[in-house]
């Protein structure tokens, strides 16, 4: 852990144009206060990966209300019109990945893997442009690792030196991101002394984060 | 008794005691409706948890308890919260016991198409791929026509979910199972003739000497 | 979870010339009673995939003493000189595996996966008979995916339903290993009444365990 | 001091605050002991937990609590148990900021021969593969020579343990980075000539006009 910081000093340190693995599932542990920030700095051009795009007003759909997405790489937009409608303006560029595909994808990245094999998609249009593999008579889809430059976390409690904890469906994507993240942040609703989390209830380890955001 | 309540009501008796069970959003979700507690079900949701129980009391929502339509929801005791990664090893690899989803198409290969219309409808796939392929039992549940059309045909035109073959279709006037030898009627709805379930469907039906009518929980 | 075991019931259930996914780390997270209770019931010809073989006396190391065991999958197998002695005399035929390909292996065939992609053996011994995959221009090895007969875990808290915890360096690949095996057993230092594990929690769901091995 | 002091007080200076880092057994675990505890590093063991922290107090060890080598350990506050598969894609990831290993050989690739003798130890590799393959840095340490014969060696004639460079050796005579350039000899242990360890040495090393003296913690 590298510092805690105030979500405006956070955003400041996301250029436009980086790409960022966003944790939540239809906003369910997406870091608001980190979302909020970047909206408030205008951000631009981002690439968002993430399980969805929530809804107008909640989440990531609030960075696409503001128009700061350039692309998406997600399992669903069903439930955000305007994401499809920019999708359809070719304002933004979407990438539908399966959804235990693309979680697999982040963890390969994050685990030093190159990489899965996986029977989803095969012979559908996920398969397009994809390596087909057979193993042992069975033919499978070679799915590719995926990093990005900053994972933004939405936890549950954080201690001082970043070890996290998830609360109930609001694990979803992040503990898999955080493995995956150049720069990793970390947005808690209660924060604690170093030790209040016991080891064995730690989901993420310290070590893998670099910021906490500062409580408002 | 409406179209969607009788199929929900024909597929809770699919369910076996003890399964682990992922319901699709839509009409899939009103199976647990009819699968009663005793029979110690556990409905897994994909944004991950096992155990899903029902609406929590007006006012005592947790927003971070809600289920993959993100509604709130309550869990039964002995529930499990997971992560993305392990609700996916749960389930392609095979832990799911059955999953049940809508579907937009089923052809006589009993390939399912369900994730997007061309050109109206691209929500995404979600789990729906993963559900599809690598759940144990793979339980469709729709209405037989849609604006006329049967939605059980020939040959999918709609793009597929997955290769696999589903192993069950239940629609308000039929219960179908694709096999090797194409899609066999099973059973039709209380008070409906197999000749009104042929003169609904696109695909061709093998249609065994018995055709019980179903039996709802 | 389809019922409690008392130890001898759950050793008839394992046929010799069975496979088992057996949890551990030198011992530590090993199910001893399990263990114990295969070695009285004189099982042989098994195949064991596990971290280790322990050391004599304890844990694994009790299955190979006992003559038990034909065949292992395994990272180490250096602290159990019996296991070198039997290897050496053709006894039981010896797989090594880099410890971390070996619990991806397990994890692939738990998680319905067709192997993983990873650097680590490249250029080794480990490379021997596999196919050599290049991405993006970077070489990896593919590592196929590994079920088993039975899982045999470790615990530390079991409830009535099998939901399980584990303690500390326990864990290991205990947590792994439920997913990959057709019939998981569990053995836990506690019992608990449903409910009595939080959710979040949980590290195994009960729904993965088929038996829980009946407290001595 | 001995050899194995000398090399562990060298390698400690190499550990970065904050870092996460994985000793090896043996040799390489003696580099604890001379880390502050104000630098705040965490020490890692591949059987599962980040935070090690030194020995229990005697009567109080638990069972469910050791290091990697089965030796009972305690933690350090802020400690997290982890299973074998997050523990090895923190490894394999590049998570892991340093690892210490002993090493058999290391030749003038910079590759490093450290889990095998054929038909002598074979022990198997238990997590060095992934250590060496997969640590953000690789560090090895070991004597200078077994038996009178110097284990850095032109072409390691054991088997390797990754196609890996190592970043850097440190011996009880020398502290050798390989570059592309080969191994470069970057310090000399107190006392020792340059002569003498080159002398030792069957690699070819590259000698830099400054060859300083090691600093120890």
């Not at chain 2, 199929?7 to 076996?16: K, L, N």
Request: net charge negative.
């Amino acid at each position: 852990m590298k510092g805690a910081l105030k979500p405006e000093a956070a955003a400041e340190r996301i250029p436009d144009g980086s790409s960022l693995l966003i944790g939540g599932f239809m906003g369910v542990g997406t870091p608001e206060r980190m979302i909020d920030a970047l909206v408030a700095r205008q951000a631009r051009e981002l690439t968002v990966i993430a399980n969805d795009t929530a809804n107008p007003g909640r989440g990531i759909g609030k960075l696409i209300t503001a128009g700061a997405v350039r692309r998406v790489v997600t399992s669903h937009i069903g439930l955000n019109p305007e994401t499809q409608a920019k999708m359809l303006a070719g304002e933004i560029a979407v990438e539908l990945v399966p959804q235990g595909t693309l979680i697999e994808r982040i963890r390969s990245g994050g685990a030093g893997l190159g990489g899965v094999l996986t029977p989803t998609g095969l012979g559908t249009e996920v398969e397009e442009g994809k390596r087909v593999i057979e193993v042992e008579g069975k033919r499978f889809l070679l799915e590719l690792p995926i990093t990005a430059d900053f994972a933004l976390i939405g936890a549950h409690q954080a201690d001082y030196i970043g070890n996290l904890t998830y609360s109930l469906t609001a694990h979803n994507f992040n503990p898999i991101i955080a493995l995956a993240g150049r720069v990793v942040i970390a947005e808690a609703e209660h924060y604690l002394p170093v030790g209040a989390i016991p080891p064995d209830a730690v989901k993420t380890p310290g070590v893998l984060v670099d910021h906490l955001l500062m409580r408002g | 008794m409406n179209a969607k309540e009788l199929i929900a009501r024909r597929i809770a008796r699919e369910i076996a005691p003890g399964a682990l069970v992922n319901l699709g959003i839509g009409l899939p979700s009103l199976v647990a409706r009819y699968v009663p507690a005793e029979r110690g079900v556990f409905f897994q949701a994909e944004n991950g948890v096992i155990g899903l129980g029902g609406l929590p009391p007006e006012g005592l929502e947790n927003p971070s308890l809600t289920d993959a339509g993100a509604g709130f929801v309550a869990l039964v005791p002995g529930a499990a919260s997971i992560d993305s990664a392990m609700s996916f090893a749960l389930i392609r690899g095979g832990h799911v016991d059955a999953t049940v989803l809508g579907g937009l198409q089923v052809d006589e290969a009993g390939h399912l198409a369900n994730w997007m219309v061309p050109g109206k409808m691209v929500p995404g796939m979600g789990g729906a791929m993963d559900l599809a392929t690598g759940a144990a039992r793979v339980i469709v549940g729709m209405q037989h026509s849609a604006k006329g059309e049967s939605k059980i045909v020939r040959r999918c035109t709609l793009p597929l979910t997955t290769l696999r073959r589903v192993d069950l279709v239940v629609t308000e006037l039929a219960v179908i199972e694709p096999t090797d030898a194409g899609l066999v009627l099973r059973e039709r709805a209380p008070g409906v003739s197999v000749e009104a379930v042929l003169a609904e469907t696109e695909a061709a039906l093998v249609v065994p000497d018995e055709v019980p009518e179903m039996v709802l929980a």
